[in-house]
């Protein structure tokens, strides 16, 4: 299939949950209302997933007359312990999302005809009264089946957040199960094609299109977890460079301590395809709602329960990864300068993770706590890539003194200056950190990528290409980082004793000069024009006094 009619079955497909989301939402807040689109469209996503896996189970069998969806639930129960295993859950046929939809269309259909034959509204059917009681026995049940099994950890509370007897859907039941069947059936209507064949990765897609979506909408609330897409693109591929500039193939396994719904991770999966990240996927997360809903994404985006690892928690003070191998590539956007327990803990001194520098980060501020977490974790032929908030590049104190350790040993092989207002929720300019334990060279790059960006709507992005009149910004990021040389009012190669000459301030306006864009001034030819404008005026005020003479001797 062409690139072009990819693009349009995307566009076709944004439009559709464009109209969903605005049709449904109704009181419900966007940014919560993305649980209930999200959910649901996982629910679907799981039955097409596990019928498709054994329909074609018993078609390779030679039973090509078999149809999972239609079998009794006695039947299907042969199986379980073996879908559980396989797939790491089970879903009865007669809770299947195919089969629910059929029933939803099915008594309203019913409905419809009862009262074109009565001549009255009949308002409500079976499902009108306890669709919610029916999606909520579904969603545990399916929790239910991984229980014991090794996949029970990926499924533990995933439907915890799609609250069916919320308010918010509506002050009845009726109103809520009204609110809940139109979900269910706009859903049952995308046209998302066999997700293992279909040429946009529809599930996928629609999930980071519904999560950029909220996120824009949603200011900070929302904002704060999740990464334009752009953005990913580009931590992804500085990861995933060697020494020579060259790109990997493969990756050992790839982590993000503050994981967010996991968007950065499955870059990744895009750009290197999934098979190629060869030990898997690794996050935490310390937000519950967007735990669940990045363990959702790796479903969807066709991540296997044996390939990720999502955890909850607090990743600077219970990390729950100790026991992994370090990472060849961690990729991280976290929070900006929020608080954490620093020196009140007395045990993080000693931590590992945070002992080499000799100091904490500032309680009020825990950036550099998540870079040092970053570089304990990382491999010693491993690259991580941090989105920063600027003030932490230049502040003194306890980070003046981390980044001091981080310079002095030879950690930091890049600092990138991004444009202003590229991120959700914020309009702040931030910066990439680029770590490395085993650098060419002890230099430090600095670019500044300021300019780098195209207008988009209300905010800024980067530009990857694709378009004719769109520059590729990405790609000259990147052109700069493997090129690691000066280039005058873009990049610069700074010696460590320079940097320490500097008190190790790291903000690239230290080491880049800002082109001046004024436009130049010639003082000589200004001079003239001057004194011409001078001599005319001198000519107008000779010829305006003796007019005046005349009208006064007149």
């Known amino acids: 299939m062409s690139d072009n009619k990819r693009e349009q ?20 807040d966007g940014w919560d209302f993305k649980q209930y689109v999200l959910g649901i469209l996982f629910y679907r996503y799981i039955s097409e997933n596990l019928t498709s896996y054994i329909n074609k189970g018993e ?78 026995e579904i969603f545990k049940n399916i929790e239910a089946s991984a229980i014991g099994s090794p996949s029970e ?13 919320s308010n ?78 060259k790109m990997k193939t493969e990756v050992n396994k790839v982590y993000d301590p503050a994981v967010g719904s996991g968007s950065l991770l499955l870059k990744f999966a895009k750009i290197l395809g999934k098979d190629n990240v060869r030990n898997g996927f690794f996050g935490q997360e310390i937000n519950i709602t967007t735990y669940n809903l990045c363990r959702i994404n790796m479903f969807l985006h066709d991540i296997g329960y044996d390939k ?24 991280s956007n976290p929070p900006y300068s929020i608080k954490w327990e620093g020196s009140d803990n007395g045990t993080l001194i000693n931590d590992p993770r945070f002992s080499p520098a000799g100091v904490l980060a500032p309680k009020s501020k825990a950036d550099f706590a998540f870079i040092m977490h970053c570089l304990h974790w990382l491999a010693t032929d491993g690259t991580a890539a941090i989105v920063c908030f600027p003030g932490i590049m230049y502040r003194g104190g306890a980070e003046q003194k981390i980044r001091k350790y981080l310079i002095d040993n030879n950690y930091i092989e890049c600092i990138i200056q991004l444009p202003d207002n590229l991120f959700y929720g914020t309009s702040i300019a931030t910066c990439i950190m680029v770590l490395k334990k085993s650098k060419v060279d002890n230099q430090t790059l600095f670019i500044d990528a300021s300019k780098e960006f195209v207008k988009s709507t209300n905010s800024n992005k980067l530009g990857d290409g694709t378009s004719s009149n769109e520059p590729d910004n990405i790609q ?28 190790y301030n790291l903000s690239v306006s230290t080491y880049v000069e800002s082109e001046d864009t004024r436009e130049a001034i010639d003082i000589a030819v200004l001079n003239k024009q001057i004194s011409e404008i001078v ?14 003479a005349e009208i006064e001797e007149a």
């Open 9 to 28: 079955e995307r566009n076709e497909l944004y439009r559709t949950i464009w109209t969903l989301a605005n049709e449904l939402r109704g009181s419900v």
């Open 59 to 136: 078609w390779d069998a030679g039973n090509n007359e078999f149809d999972y969806a239609k079998i009794d639930d006695d039947v299907a129960e042969s199986i379980r312990d073996e879908m559980v295993q396989e797939k790491g859950f089970f879903i009865k046929p007669t809770e299947l999302f195919n089969n629910l939809l059929l029933k939803i269309r099915k008594e309203d259909k019913d409905v419809k005809e009862k009262s074109e034959k009565n001549g009255k509204e009949i308002e409500i059917s079976d499902l009108d009264e306890n669709l919610n009681e029916k999606l909520q």
């Open 153 to 165: 950890e990926n499924f533990k509370g995933l439907f915890d957040d799609i609250d069916v007897n």
């Open 168 to 245: 918010k859907l509506g002050p009845t039941v009726i109103k809520r199960n009204k609110r809940l069947k139109r979900l269910i059936t706009v859903i049952g209507d995308m046209d998302l094609g066999n997700y293992q064949d279909n040429s946009i990765d529809a599930f996928g897609d629609t999930y980071e299109y519904l999560m950029g979506m909220y996120a824009s909408n949603a200011g900070k609330s929302g904002g704060e977890f999740f990464t334009p897409q752009e953005v990913s693109e580009l931590l992804t591929k500085i990861s995933l460079l060697d020494n020579n500039g």
């Open 308 to 331: 990720f690892s999502i955890e909850h928690g607090d990743t600077l003070t219970d990390p729950k990864h100790w026991d992994e191998e370090p990472f060849e590539a961690i990729v």
């Open 476 to 503: 000259n990021i990147l052109n700069a980082y493997i090129n690691r040389k000066t280039e005058k009012h873009f990049t610069a190669l700074v010696k460590q004793e320079d940097i320490e000459n500097a008190d």
């Open 535 to 548: 001599q005319r005026e001198n000519t107008l005020r000779a010829e305006i006094d003796a007019i005046i």
